[in-house]
């Protein structure tokens, strides 16, 4: 069975500090990984994909297999960033995502 | 492109009524998913549908719950008799055929049964 697990419902940082969203996955096959953000009022949308190896909105996220985590770093975080970020798996066939309980950014000015 | 469209946004029933959740995908997206996020939790998923099929429907309820994607018009996830513990928020979205894994969101349902 796959599970995503986010540890923490929320953290909070000041403007300018760096940021670290844990996610830990558990998964029999080859995970592929992902990273959405849920800005309020707006609906969730795609930040990045581990396999794109991109950085978005200065947001990385490294897959680390022997850890089995996909945690979502940004070395300065600021206000407008405070959003729920959800970490997902996809299965195999890429057709199911399967959701961590999300955790919730607030950055303080 | 306007998105992923859903409605209504709001829905409110009694216990044992029916209430049915419409999803537009985007425009060129043939795949449509659901999910359901339950006050405090992540969203899970429900249903995968193709028009007209149904491709993974592991993570809906055995009864009461159905979903349809028909040639002609939206996807339709109806809930029968419900009851209290299906207050939620379902959220449905699309991806094009050669990206499944690329799901773009609609802007949810929020269910409340009195």
């Known amino acids: 069975a796959q599970r995503v697990t986010q540890p923490e419902k929320l953290l909070s940082v000041f403007k300018g500090a760096p940021v670290e969203l844990k996610c830990n996955y558990s998964?029999?096959?080859?995970?592929?990984l992902f990273w959405y953000v849920q800005y309020s009022r707006q609906r969730l949308q795609l930040l990045l994909r581990?396999?794109s190896r991109e950085s978005i909105k200065g947001f990385t996220a490294d897959l680390n297999k022997g850890e089995t985590s996909f945690h979502l770093k940004k070395p300065f975080a600021q206000e407008e960033d405070s959003a729920m970020y959800y970490c997902?798996?996809?299965?195999?066939?890429?057709?199911?995502?399967?959701f961590g309980g999300g955790t919730r950014l607030m950055v303080k000015p | 492109n306007a998105g992923v469209m859903q409605n209504p946004r709001h829905l409110v029933r009694r216990r044992g009524q029916e209430a049915r959740l419409r999803c537009s995908p985007m425009?060129?997206?043939?795949?449509v998913y659901w999910y359901r996020q339950l006050p405090e939790e992540g969203l899970k998923f429900m249903v995968y549908?193709?028009?007209?099929?149904?491709?993974?429907e592991s993570g809906m309820p055995k009864e009461r719950f159905s979903a349809e994607f028909p040639k002609e018009g939206p996807s339709i996830l109806r809930i029968q008799q419900v009851v209290r513990g299906d207050s939620a928020a379902y959220f449905c979205?699309?991806?094009?055929?050669?990206?499944?894994?690329?799901?773009?969101f609609g802007p949810g349902t929020r269910l409340t049964v009195t």
């Open positions: 979205a699309s991806s094009p055929p050669n990206a499944p894994y690329e799901q773009y």
């Open positions: 998964y029999s096959g080859s995970p592929e």
């Open positions: 581990h396999i």
């Open positions: 997902a798996l996809s299965n195999n066939a890429g057709n199911m995502l399967t």
């Open positions: 425009k060129g997206h043939s795949h």
């Open positions: 549908l193709q028009k007209e099929n149904i491709i993974d």
